[in-house]
């Protein structure tokens, strides 16, 4: 079975700076896809940014990128330029390739503090 | 845009009674998702259906809960009797997942359904 670690559980930025946010997994699959999911206090869960395993490029979407080491099995989420409005629960998220196996596997949450 | 819809936003009730959360997947996706979210267990997939079978309710307590697709429109999630335990946050995703892609398309939540069992 797949796991997902995030040893972060809460972080703390400066609105403008830059911080990243750890993931880690586990499995035995050579092809999945990772996604980062974020939770306002609203609870919604927003989709922020995905990644497929098999791509060696890096995602990116405006301000949100990830750094992602398949061999070191790390998946890190970087919000530059950080606003107000990303203060939220971010979620690390694993799903295996297609079939019957696509349900998410998550990791416990690191809550982004954002401050003046 | 469109959005998976849940229903009640909020419901509070009393232990030993039935409780029904409803979801109005995304029209056009083929899977729907039932996920739990608590404090202890984070978010926990309970079931899911590929164009309305049921597919893996490994995560669910079969003695308790139930979970249907009655239509393409509609998924169910019932919970009876309900149990103080069993307070969480309720979440449902829809996705599009074509097998011989490689299932890339992402899961889009709804609002979710908090739900209090006194």
């Known amino acids: 079975a797949q796991t997902v670690t995030q040893s972060q559980p809460e972080m703390s930025v400066q609105e403008a700076e830059t911080v990243t946010l750890s993931c880690t997994y586990d499995?035995?699959?050579?092809?999945?896809?990772l996604f980062w999911y974020k939770q306002p206090p609203s609870r919604q869960m927003i989709l922020v940014i995905r990644q497929e395993a098999y791509k060696q490029q890096n995602a990116t979407e405006n301000r949100f990128s990830v750094n992602f080491q398949k061999a070191a099995k790390s998946f890190s989420l970087k919000i530059s330029d950080s606003q107000l409005g990303d203060a939220a629960m971010y979620f690390c998220?694993?799903?295996?390739?297609?079939?019957?196996?696509?349900?998410?596997?998550f990791g416990t949450g690191t809550r982004l503090q954002v401050t003046l | 845009d469109a959005r998976v819809t849940q229903t009640p936003r909020h419901k509070v009730t009393e232990m030993g009674q039935e409780v029904t959360m409803r979801c109005q997947p995304i029209l056009g996706h083929n899977t729907v998702f039932w996920y739990r979210q608590t404090m202890m267990q984070g978010l926990e997939l309970l079931a899911y259906f590929r164009n309305r079978a049921p597919l893996d309710d490994s995560g669910m307590p079969k003695d308790r809960f139930s979970a249907e697709m009655p239509d393409a429109t509609l998924a169910t999630l019932k919970i009876q009797p309900s149990e103080p335990r069993d307070s969480a946050v309720y979440f449902c995703?829809?996705?599009?997942?074509?097998?011989?892609?490689?299932?890339?398309?992402?899961?889009?939540f709804g609002d979710g359904t908090r739900l209090s069992i006194l």
């Open positions: 998220a694993y799903r295996s390739p297609g079939g019957t196996a696509s349900k998410l596997t």
């Open positions: 995703a829809s996705g599009l997942v074509i097998p011989t892609r490689g299932g890339n398309q992402p899961q889009h």
């Open positions: 499995t035995s699959e050579s092809d999945y896809y």
